[in-house]
């Protein structure tokens, strides 16, 4: 079983930058995809950015592009979101997953508890 915490979360003005940590326990397998989702109220859930531990590129869906950054520090077992130039689109409570299929929310099978981003 693997534990997600996610960190970094707050509110901020447009144009605002934030970084999202998500600390997790030690995994049995070396590939896997780690990814990031948001939920806006009355929205479905999102895949904003994922990330192949093990190799591969990231992928980010087209309103995040060049503005967020998806990484990992494979030493801390932490997954990041760098997120740049925020806009009150971008609000929502924001979500780290692992092991799954890209975007694919229903797939994942570890999900951390979230972390509240707000920008006005």
Request: with cysteine; aromatic share 14%.
């Amino acid at each position: 079983h693997v534990q997600l915490v996610e960190s970094g979360g707050g509110s901020v003005q447009a144009g605002g930058s934030l970084r999202l940590s998500c600390t997790h326990s030690a995994y049995k397998y070396d590939s896997y995809c780690m990814a990031w989702f948001r939920q806006a109220p009355g929205k479905e859930r999102e895949g904003v950015a994922s990330l192949y531990v093990g190799g591969g590129s990231p992928y980010y869906v087209d309103s995040v592009k060049g503005r967020f950054t998806i990484s990992r520090d494979n030493a801390k077992n932490t997954l990041y979101l760098q997120m740049n130039g925020l806009k009150p689109e971008d609000t929502a409570m924001y979500y780290c997953a692992a092991d799954g299929v890209g975007f694919i929310a229903r797939s994942y099978n570890y999900w951390g508890q979230g972390t509240q981003v707000t920008v006005s």
